[in-house]
């Protein structure tokens, strides 16, 4: 705790001075660029790894980046959806996975989560598909566990980016093009992203020089070869 109090305390002498007029005007509203849906894990935030001001992003930590469907009204991660699009018109919404998630290590393991009934009821918003994926890559032995829980994690994201999408206030600003969803994977060991391309239907480096890299790799590996 005495950590925090100072961490509080060198921004109160150091840090809020400089950047008191973006405080001020903060202070009298706000224009986020971006919904930032992202899991509750201590080691992914956002405003770090994006490098960006208070104000820029509009978060919604939940276990496992969760996206409860439409019919889950009493949400909290759904009435923050409602209140970006039809109150702050936030153009834009990212659905943000992460390297080793407990949740999705729940989701492969479910018996170690026996003793969190509020954590195993939450996962469920997994969905069907998450099911499915964790019966059959259980059922497969070609696949260490960190390869499952990889494509799980992959698996979750598309799935939480299906439910964004039936959300109401979200459908309806898709019909009138206000809203891109766009759907990110973080590895926290090396800080990259990855970020879903619909039309090819993988996850490729969000950086086009990353992707000129990824792409260069296996011509390299065949002259090595």
Known sequence: MQQLIDGYAKFRSNVFPLQSALFEKLATGQQPQALFICCSDSRVVPEVVMQCEPGTLFPSRSVGNLVPP??????????????????????????????????????????????????????????????????????SNSFSFEQRLKLLTEANVIAQMHNLRNHPAVHDALNDNTV?????????????????DVEQGRFRPLLAEEQTAAAAAPDRERRIA
């Not at 195993?120 to 994926?133: H, K, M």
């Not at 891109?180 to 879903?196: K, P, S």
Request: charged share 20%; hydrophobic share 40%; net charge negative.
């Open 70 to 139: 439409p019919t889950e009204t009493a949400s909290g991660v759904a009435a923050t959806i409602e209140y970006a699009i039809r109150v702050l018109r936030i153009p834009d919404v990212i659905v943000c996975g992460h390297s080793d998630c407990g949740a999705m290590k729940g989701i492969l393991e479910s018996e170690n989560i026996e003793s969190l009934p509020a954590v195993r009821s939450y996962l469920e918003y997994a969905g069907p598909s998450s099911r499915w994926l964790t019966r059959l890559l259980k059922d």
């Open 180 to 196: 891109r969803i766009h759907g990110w994977l973080y590895e926290i060991g090396t800080g990259a992203i990855q970020q879903f």
